[in-house]
C-alpha cells in the first residue's frame, strides 16, 4: 500500500537559517503530494501540493519539487521565521477512477522550532 | 466563513461509555473524512464518505461508525469508549472534482478515555 516517509524531528534551527525536511514516498500509481502545517492547537492547513512530477509546489517562501525519480518531496525554506515553528506533514493521496482524490496517507510528521 | 467545525474542542470519557464527534462544513463538499492523530503516528483514516448516504472504512476503523444523512454532516460515534481511543480527532472535507480537491481540516477534537 501506499506509505510516507518523513524526516524525524524535532528539528530546532535559528531565525534566518536554512530548513529542509526530507519525505519520500511508495505508490502504486501517480500520486499528488502535499506538505500540510499545523500550528499549536490548531487543524491541518495546506502549506503547498504538486500533481506531478517535476511539478514545484511553493507558497509562504516554502518549495518542495515532485520527484518521480527518488520518488521524493522534500520541503524547504531559505530563511525561516520564528512564526514557522510548527508541524509539519508530508503526504500523498491516490486518484481514483474518476481522477479526484481523497484519501490521505500521512507521514508521521516532523516538529521545527524556530528560535530567535 | 465557517469551513469545517468540529464539536466538542474537548471531551472526556469513561470507559464504555459512548459520544458521537459532530462534524459540519458549509462549503458543499462531497466528500468527508474523520482521522486521528497520535503521537509518532502521524494521521490516520478511520473513515470516509464520498457523498451523502455513502461510507467505507479506512486505515483504523474498529470501534469506530459513520453515517452521512446530508451533505454537510458527517459524525463520528464511539460505541462502547475504550483508552486506545484517547486521540486527537480531526474531520476533513473536499470537492471530488479534480483540481479542486484540496482537503480543508476542522480544529480537532481531544479525547481521553479513563
Known amino acids: 500500500g501506499d506509505s510516507v516517509t518523513q524526516m524525524e524531528g524535532p528539528v530546532t534551527l535559528s531565525e534566518e537559517a536554512f530548513l529542509t525536511i526530507n519525505c519520500t514516498y511508495t505508490?502504486?500509481?501517480?500520486?499528488?503530494l502535499f506538505w500540510y502545517v499545523q500550528y499549536p492547537g490548531e487543524g491541518l492547513q495546506l502549506l503547498l501540493k504538486?500533481?506531478?512530477?517535476?511539478d514545484k509546489g511553493s507558497n509562504k517562501g516554502f518549495e518542495a519539487t515532485y520527484r518521480k525519480e527518488t520518488t521524493s518531496f522534500h520541503l524547504e525554506k531559505g530563511s525561516v521565521q520564528v512564526s514557522d515553528s510548527a508541524v509539519y506533514f508530508c503526504?500523498?493521496?491516490?486518484?481514483?477512477?474518476?481522477?479526484?482524490?481523497?484519501?490521505?496517507?500521512f507521514g508521521k510528521g516532523t516538529l521545527l522550532t524556530v528560535n530567535p | 466563513n465557517a469551513g469545517v467545525t468540529q464539536t466538542p474542542k474537548f471531551q472526556v470519557l469513561k470507559t464504555g461509555q459512548s459520544m458521537t464527534l459532530q462534524c459540519a462544513q458549509d462549503?458543499?463538499?462531497?466528500?468527508m473524512s474523520w482521522y486521528r492523530q497520535d503521537p509518532g503516528m502521524g494521521l490516520r483514516l478511520i473513515h470516509y464518505?464520498?457523498?451523502?448516504?455513502?461510507?467505507d472504512q479506512g486505515e483504523v476503523p474498529n470501534g469506530y461508525n459513520v453515517s452521512r444523512s446530508t451533505t454537510e454532516d458527517f459524525p463520528l460515534r464511539l460505541l462502547s469508549a475504550a483508552p486506545s481511543q484517547t486521540s486527537v480527532y480531526f474531520c476533513?472535507?473536499?470537492?471530488?472534482?479534480?483540481?479542486?480537491?484540496?482537503?480543508?481540516f476542522g480544529a480537532g477534537t481531544r479525547l481521553s478515555v479513563l
Open positions: 476533513a472535507s473536499s470537492h471530488g472534482v479534480a483540481g479542486k480537491n484540496i482537503q480543508y
Open positions: 503526504a500523498l493521496s491516490e486518484r481514483n477512477s474518476g481522477g479526484s482524490n481523497y484519501k490521505l496517507t
Open positions: 505508490a502504486t500509481g501517480y500520486p499528488s
Open positions: 462549503m458543499n463538499h462531497e466528500y
Open positions: 504538486a500533481t506531478k512530477a517535476d
Open positions: 464518505s464520498v457523498g451523502a448516504g455513502i461510507t
